[in-house]
């Protein structure tokens, strides 16, 4: 044996020698036991704890059956369970009448997005080929996630996860696969009924299925069922948790460019009003049987919360640029509105408190942003047109409409066969990658808030806010590829007195001016196309609500909110980049010439350049929602 060893239990004994020795010096201990009463009890009946929603303990039985007993008795101990089919009746719960638990809040959420589904129209552009474009060409969007297709059901998977945990809620086993297959059931004929008849077309042009979200409806199925399992029973943490991941599926599915703000807001609808008719059918089937908790009960009046919300976005929807005589603009549709929002509360009246709030705000038409984007690459030829024109006039002796089409051809683009227009054009394709089609405003907010009851189930609620806006970029790029093209001509500036044109521009005359020449080598370009944000801002809000508390620690509320905020956009368009690497120093050159002198439009003398609109622009709000509040 090592010396170590020996060593160790050397240290043993001396330390128990020690504490014997110390053991003698010690007093005599005591026991004091508090003044007891004797109580007779029944015990043939179940002993229950006042407060306690199940026993703790059970009937005096033979030891035969006690490990029996033992597992009836630890109620609120977490222990698996898989059995699915056996019903269990905990003592002392209180059963639910029909229609108890309805609170009707999905109606509005439903009646909201119905309203406001007619606000669509996909930006889509239509090139026409013989203005040297493929047909229905459509904005691309970088932006996808497949998070939401796993989202949606979060609230079923905590339930189940739950329940085989042992972690009693609301409803044993059979009772609570009969409300959840009920509730998923009604929400299936409700979505599948309307989303097939009305054929709604979705934002990516799709299909036409697209009102009202299947995805939204079943993720707020699963977070209804997680809030009335274990949010009304355990803890309201649960609901928040349910409804938060609910309501960030639905955002998804409108960043996915899969839906449209009003098909979240109708499936949220129909997924919270299906969850609460499915309860209300079993609360009718099953009556007391099935029920192991009773809900929670808070005692406070003081009306202290914790909210997360989602609404409609009203107000600007139009954003507009002036430089230089030019007017440029974009429209937008709805906003996307999503908020987390507390307050704690002195009394009943007044509270302090604050919101996040996330505004995203997608693009509706793009107007003159996407003008050019639909046939760029004939835009950038245009300007040669009259100096090919007066170069080789026995080319052009057709109309109008027919000069142009020899003109395309003469470019380079084969305008008698669709499918190979542009295997020789100088672009052969172009397209926009939306990377976000949408503004967001990042906004955290503090302030005074206010509130009145009406009754014990409704108030009455204002605020007063002051915060910070921070805005993320719209952005679009561009992507274009095609041939090389140089083209060969001899220019002259006659800048002499008296020989200036109209616009005080040098008189301009090209010799031996040749059509463009393929010099075989490939091109492609990605760059950005359109830039447009806002720098950050102070901004300030109020509201008014209406809040109804359909449980204790529950409620849900209604609220339109103001916020203004005065913000400084600044919008970089760069439409014509492609020609840096589409042609030779030279054509671009003249490309670019020709474009600043022949063109009203661009008469400004930046021609191909990039561009650069700031504006300053008064910023009214107004937000439609619903919130879900937990009370504390």
């Known amino acids: 044996m090592k010396m170590r060893h020996y060593l160790v239990m050397l240290a043993v004994l001396l330390t128990a020698q020690a504490n014997a020795e110390n053991y003698l010096d010690m007093e005599f201990p005591t026991l004091k036991v508090p003044e007891m009463k004797a109580e007779l009890f029944d015990l043939s009946e179940p002993v229950y704890v006042t407060g306690q929603p199940a026993p703790l303990i059970d009937r005096v039985v033979p030891a035969a059956s006690t490990a029996t007993n033992l597992s009836a008795t630890t109620a609120n101990q977490w222990k698996p369970d898989f059995d699915f089919f056996k019903q269990k009746t905990n003592p002392g719960v209180k059963a639910y009448k029909f229609m108890d638990d309805l609170t009707f809040v999905g109606v509005p959420l439903f009646a909201a997005g119905w309203a406001v589904k007619g606000d669509k129209a996909m930006f889509r552009v239509n090139q026409k080929a013989e203005q040297g474009g493929k047909k229905n060409t459509q904005l691309l969007t970088d932006f996808k996630t497949g998070i939401d297709d796993y989202t949606q059901f979060f609230g079923p998977a905590m339930v189940v996860g739950l329940k085989l945990g042992g972690y009693?809620?609301?409803?044993?086993?059979?009772?609570?696969?009969?409300?959840?297959?009920?509730?998923?059931?009604?929400?299936?004929?409700?979505?599948?009924?309307?989303?097939?008849?009305?054929?709604?077309?979705?934002?990516?042009?799709?299909?036409?299925?697209?009102?009202?979200?299947?995805?939204?409806?079943?993720?707020?199925?699963?977070?209804?069922?997680?809030?009335?399992?274990?949010?009304?029973?355990?803890?309201?943490?649960?609901?928040?948790?349910?409804?938060?991941?609910?309501?960030?599926?639905?955002?998804?599915?409108?960043?996915?460019?899969?839906?449209?703000?009003?098909?979240?807001?109708?499936?949220?609808?129909?997924?919270?009003?299906?969850?609460?008719?499915?309860?209300?059918?079993?609360?009718?089937?099953?009556?007391?049987?099935?029920?192991?908790?009773?809900?929670?009960?808070?005692?406070?009046?003081?009306?202290?919360?914790?909210?997360?919300?989602?609404?409609?976005?009203?107000?600007?929807?139009?954003?507009?640029?002036?430089?230089?005589?030019?007017?440029?603009?974009?429209?937008?549709?709805?906003?996307?509105?999503?908020?987390?929002?507390?307050?704690?509360?002195?009394?009943?009246?007044?509270?302090?408190?604050?919101?996040?709030?996330?505004?995203?705000?997608?693009?509706?038409?793009?107007?003159?942003?996407?003008?050019?984007?639909?046939?760029?690459?004939?835009?950038?030829?245009?300007?040669?047109?009259?100096?090919?024109?007066?170069?080789?006039?026995?080319?052009?002796?057709?109309?109008?409409?027919?000069?142009?089409?020899?003109f395309l051809n003469k470019m380079g683009y084969r305008m008698d066969s669709e499918s190979a227009w542009n295997d020789n054009?100088?672009?052969?394709?172009?397209?926009?990658?939306?990377?976000?089609?949408?503004?967001?405003?990042?906004?955290?907010?503090?302030?005074?808030?206010?509130?009145?009851?009406?009754?014990?189930?409704?108030?009455?609620?204002?605020?007063?806010?002051?915060?910070?806006?921070?805005?993320?970029?719209?952005?679009?790029?561009?992507?274009?590829?095609?041939?090389?093209?140089?083209?060969?001509?001899?220019?002259?500036?006659?800048?002499?007195?008296?020989?200036?044109?109209?616009?005080?521009?040098?008189?301009?005359?090209?010799?031996?001016?040749?059509?463009?020449?393929?010099?075989?080598?490939?091109?492609?370009?990605?760059?950005?196309?359109?830039?447009?944000?806002?720098?950050?801002?102070?901004?300030?809000?109020?509201?008014?609500?209406?809040?109804?508390?359909?449980?204790?620690?529950f409620s849900w509320r209604i609220f339109c909110d103001y916020d203004y905020t005065r913000k400084n956009f600044t919008a970089t368009y760069d439409p014509y980049h492609f020609v840096q690497k589409g042609m030779t120093t030279g054509a671009a050159y003249l490309t670019d010439l020709a474009l600043a002198t022949e063109t009203g439009e661009y008469a400004d003398g930046i021609g191909l350049d990039a561009r650069e609109y700031k504006t300053r622009k008064h910023m009214n709000y107004w937000t439609l929602g619903l919130s879900f509040m937990v009370n504390l």
């Not at 230089?324 to 307050?343: C, I, M, S, Y």
């Not at 009754?455 to 719209?474: M, V």
Request: glycine letters at 12%.
């Open 168 to 406: 009693e809620g609301r409803s044993d086993w059979p009772r609570l696969l009969a409300s959840a297959g009920m509730s998923y059931a009604i929400m299936a004929g409700f979505v599948n009924g309307i989303k097939y008849s009305a054929k709604e077309m979705r934002p990516d042009g799709s299909t036409a299925n697209s009102w009202p979200s299947g995805h939204t409806a079943t993720a707020f199925v699963g977070a209804s069922l997680l809030h009335k399992e274990y949010g009304l029973t355990r803890s309201p943490w649960w609901s928040v948790a349910g409804y938060g991941v609910a309501t960030a599926t639905g955002v998804m599915r409108v960043l996915n460019n899969r839906h449209w703000i009003s098909d979240v807001m109708s499936g949220a609808g129909i997924g919270i009003m299906s969850t609460e008719l499915g309860y209300a059918l079993c609360d009718l089937m099953f009556k007391e049987k099935g029920l192991l908790r009773n809900d929670l009960v808070l005692d406070s009046e003081k009306p202290s919360f914790f909210s997360i919300s989602m609404g409609l976005g009203l107000g600007n929807k139009d954003l507009e640029f002036e430089s230089q005589g030019e007017t440029v603009g974009l429209k937008f549709r709805a906003a996307t509105v999503v908020d987390a929002e507390g307050a704690y509360f002195f009394n009943k009246y007044v509270g302090v408190g604050g919101r996040l709030r996330v505004r995203a705000q997608s693009v509706k038409d793009f107007g003159d942003f996407a003008n050019v984007v639909a046939v760029e690459d004939y835009y950038a030829w245009q300007g040669l047109q009259p100096h090919y024109e007066a170069a080789f006039p026995g080319d052009y002796t057709g109309t109008p409409d027919q000069n142009e089409l020899t």
């Open 425 to 553: 054009a100088p672009v052969t394709d172009s397209y926009g990658i939306v990377k976000s089609d949408h503004i967001t405003e990042f906004t955290g907010s503090v302030g005074v808030y206010f509130n009145l009851p009406l009754s014990s189930h409704f108030s009455l609620g204002t605020k007063a806010l002051i915060g910070r806006s921070i805005t993320q970029e719209l952005d679009i790029d561009g992507h274009a590829e095609g041939n090389m093209k140089d083209i060969s001509y001899t220019m002259t500036l006659d800048n002499r007195p008296g020989h200036k044109d109209a616009l005080g521009d040098p008189n301009v005359s090209l010799d031996n001016l040749q059509y463009p020449n393929n010099t075989g080598e490939k091109w492609t370009d990605d760059w950005e196309y359109i830039t447009i944000g806002a720098k950050s801002s102070t901004s300030f809000g109020t509201g008014l609500s209406l809040t109804y508390r359909y449980k204790s620690n």
